[in-house]
């Protein structure tokens, strides 16, 4: 394949970075964060600061309509003061949809200095604090883009298959707020993004380029949160997963919690309500984060990492790559304690 | 069992034309005994015009062009619409690519199933 | 009896409209230099299959050109891109990549367009599937080896051509209208039905612009004679599935319902864009701040180019154009060079 998207090239600074998390992120994927963070500071010997007084972007309130957007900007602003009061330049953003409107926000300062202007009142009289725009601004997975090589360079396992020597076939799925709004903020674009697919051809996988991928995963924030409006959700993801289906996908990595969420957990609804599962051999095809691909790579214990909280189970993944696991520690807590099963997840439906 | 739990939601039907595998008999027959409707420009003449479409939600121009991507094939509803039209040959006096439309309405009449066992081709 | 014997012209182009320019300013007896890029004249016409509207073939036009180029004194520099004219008093100093190559009295700059970069559409992703090609790309195959449009031995199935590809697109920062790529996708789609009666063709247009003579007729002949179906919507996506045939998203607009479609091939109908070989004169801005094509001193009276005494433009590089266009535009602006030399 000719590849002409390599052209977007975007300037990711080498470190020092101010990190900010996503609500969303540490919720589903509770491990993702820690690991991305200790494979910066402890792998790659970059200073990565966290602030305990960061709070959420507000991002599920403003695209669900509740939290009004110069609230929004606010809030982001106190986000901009705090990297600015810790001496950091550089943001990395942990969630999509947060970078997508830290984006938004900068561009329309950028159009709207007065507007700029009038948050930074708002930000005075409400918390005295003062803000700089990042010198820098990231989301997580293109560090580890930047870093894709150096990571395969200390990497304990390969994304192939252990017994064939295959490489496996990786659907990468990026969130929307990623690049679609500014497709030169993101690697290669937005049409053929690059940030994913680099990651996996440096680790020694091999991307899946079906029909549907640029597809958007159907998460939609309101057409979500509404029990009812789920359907709308559901159709997306399932428009994905028919179109990645025939390629046989031996796993799915996206960049967005949201979407890393959504793919995951709606499998497994579609199995419940439709009986339709689209992996090989009938199985539900698992869903990483690009912190947990890194992770897998460079030798982390699949539980210690958090695969457990995913929807569909990992442990053939984990096999076929040749990652070894525990398979009684599965549901133990950090002391090796057996906390029981979940209940929803029935155990023959893989 | 798989394939039958309730959570309190419906997924929904697509709305895409699929291109790929629509049944286009109709449609070909069609543009075989009516050769200049393949001409239609969907300028909508027909339908402004069709006494029919003042009241009723008839409208010629939309119909003839669902045939024409083979939309709706499956429910055979073409005769039922057709009822309205009034075969009063208005739409084929003011349709600029001079497509013989009253003809291309009786033609769409006959060559449906549900209206042949009706009315008996002529 | 014109008589231009005292007037040496200079020509900077060999197709249609420099063709066309060069022979009627011979036919005045003016002194004619004829230069072109490339070794041999014709310009874009060498690639062509076939014109529109009567499917003439490129080839014959070309001998045309060829017989009465050779039948007249015109003194021909081929493979020599004259890239700037400085003016000196009442001469042009010609000069290639900063070398002067000759001199004259007045030069008609007919120096073309390109096509569009359909690169620039990533949606389309021209250069990343094999099966997506372009207006000038199937030309080429047409015109060479229409086989290759068949898939190891077996006639295409279905193929689809997109209308205003880097045309009337604000993203692609072209807003004008190429006017040609509509009648060359009718054109080019019954070129398809006629090798592949089978193949189901299916054109996405915006607006059907038909506007020469006999355009809307070919139109028409492609709709009812050739059946090839014209759905109004473009074209917002293309992909690859394993069998590497083209997935179409549109939105057919006349239902107001998303559609799609597989297609063997996808050809993607680019606009017109400035020549990247247009002439550099002194230091003026003589292009268009918004099209980037030449402009002329006034787009009724005159193609003198704008500002500049002496220097006339024929054909595309003043705007998408037709070759019966280019053509009586390099006639016209021999006309005007040489009234020009008369009166001053």
């Known amino acids: ?350 | 069992m798989a394939g039958k739990k309730n959570f309190g939601f419906e997924r929904h039907a697509g709305r895409q034309i699929d291109l790929d595998h629509a049944d286009n008999s109709l449609a070909t027959e069609l543009a075989e005994v009516v050769s200049a409707w393949s001409a239609c420009i969907s300028c909508g003449s027909c339908a402004a015009t069709c006494p029919a479409g003042q009241n009723v939600g008839f409208n010629f121009r939309r119909l003839h062009y669902k045939i024409k991507l083979s939309l709706e094939v499956e429910t055979d509803n073409y005769p039922s619409l057709l009822t309205s039209c009034l075969l009063c040959g208005k739409c084929q006096l003011v349709c600029p690519r001079g497509i013989p439309t009253r003809y291309l309405s009786i033609q769409i009449m006959q060559k449906t199933k549900h209206y042949a066992e009706v009315i008996p081709p002529v | 009896m014109l008589d231009g014997r005292e007037y040496r012209i200079t020509v900077i182009g060999a197709g249609p409209a420099g063709a066309a320019a060069a022979i009627s300013a011979a036919a005045m007896s003016m002194e004619v230099d004829w230069y072109d890029k490339e070794n041999r004249p014709g310009g874009k016409l060498n690639d062509y299959h076939q014109l529109f509207p009567d499917r003439a073939t490129a080839d014959q036009i070309l001998a045309d050109f060829d017989g009465r180029t050779d039948a007249i004194e015109i003194k021909k520099h081929f493979g020599t891109a004259v890239n700037r004219i400085e003016t000196d008093n009442r001469q042009l100093i010609l000069l290639s990549d900063n070398k002067i190559v000759g001199s004259a009295d007045a030069v008609i700059v007919a120096t073309g367009f390109d096509f569009f970069d359909a690169r620039l559409k990533e949606e389309f992703g021209y250069g990343i599937y094999d099966h997506v090609i372009t207006s000038p790309d199937l030309e080429k195959i047409l015109k060479t080896n229409p086989e290759d449009l068949r898939k190891e031995g077996a006639d295409p199935v279905s193929i689809a051509f997109v209308h205003c590809v880097g045309s009337r697109d604000q993203q692609a920062g072209i807003n004008y209208c190429s006017r040609l790529c509509c009648i060359t996708g009718i054109r080019q789609a019954i070129g398809i039905k006629e090798l592949f009666p089978s193949c189901k063709v299916v054109n996405f247009y915006i607006d059907i612009r038909a506007f020469g003579s006999g355009y809307e007729e070919l139109y028409r002949e492609a709709q009812e004679k050739y059946k090839i179906q014209f759905i109004r919507g473009r074209v917002s996506e293309a992909s690859e599935n394993q069998q590497h045939r083209i997935l179409l998203k549109a939105e057919d607009t006349l239902m107001a319902r998303p559609l799609k479609l597989t297609v063997d091939w996808l050809v993607l109908l680019v606009g017109m864009v400035p020549s990247c070989t247009q002439v550099q004169i002194d230091n003026h801005q003589c292009t268009d701040q918004e099209t980037g094509f030449y402009q002329p001193v006034n787009v009724f009276t005159g193609s003198r180019i704008a500002g500049l005494p002496g220097i006339f433009m024929a054909g595309a590089c003043g705007g998408p154009m037709s070759i019966p266009e280019a053509i009586a535009s390099g006639r016209s602006a021999a006309m005007e060079a040489w009234q020009y030399l008369k009166d001053r």
């Not at chain 1, 998207?5 to 080498?14: C, F, G, L, N, T």
């Not at chain 1, 820098?136 to 894709?148: E, P, T």
């Not at chain 1, 990468?172 to 500014?182: E, R, V």
């Open chain 1, 1 to 350: 394949m000719k590849k002409y998207w390599k052209d977007y090239q975007k300037d990711i600074a080498e470190d020092n970075y101010f990190y900010v998390r996503s609500c969303i992120r540490q919720n589903f994927f509770p491990g993702a964060e820690n690991l991305f963070i200790d494979i910066l500071r402890n792998k790659l010997g970059k200073v990565v600061f966290e602030d305990a007084d960061h709070t959420t972007c507000t991002g599920i309130g403003y695209h669900t309509d509740i939290v009004p957007l110069e609230t929004t900007m606010t809030v982001v602003a106190r986000q901009f003061a705090l990297m600015k009061e810790k001496g950091f330049k550089n943001l990395v953003v942990s969630c999509v949809t947060s970078f997508g409107l830290y984006s938004e926000i900068l561009d329309l300062w950028k159009h709207q200095p007065e507007l700029k202007k009038k948050i930074a009142g708002y930000l005075v009289e409400a918390t005295g604090r003062i803000f700089d725009e990042p010198g820098n601004m990231v989301h997580a997975s293109d560090i580890l883009y930047k870093y894709r090589h150096e990571i395969a360079a200390i990497a304990k396992h390969k994304l192939v298959d252990k017994e064939t020597g295959e490489p496996l076939k990786i659907v990468d799925h990026i969130g929307c707020h990623y690049a679609k709004t500014f497709p030169e903020r993101g690697v290669g674009g937005s049409e053929f993004p690059q940030v994913l697919t680099g990651l996996i051809n440096a680790w020694g996988g091999s991307t899946v380029d079906y029909p549907e991928r640029r597809h958007c995963c159907g998460f939609g924030f309101r057409n979500y949160l509404v029990q009812a409006n789920r359907g709308y959700s559901i159709s997306q993801s399932k428009i994905k997963l028919e179109s990645m289906q025939p390629y046989e996908p031996d796993l799915i990595v996206a960049n967005c919690p949201g979407c890393a969420m959504f793919l995951d957990r709606w499998q497994y609804t579609l199995e419940e309500t439709e009986g339709s599962v689209y992996g090989p051999n009938d199985r539900k095809i698992p869903v990483v984060t690009h912190e947990e691909l890194a992770g897998l790579v460079l030798g982390y214990d699949p539980w210690e990492i958090g695969l457990q909280t995913h929807q569909v189970p990992v442990e053939e993944m984990l096999d076929k790559i040749g990652i070894e696991y525990d398979p009684d520690l599965k549901y133990a807590d950090r002391q090796g304690n057996l906390i029981g099963n979940p209940e929803m997840i029935n155990q023959q439906v893989c």
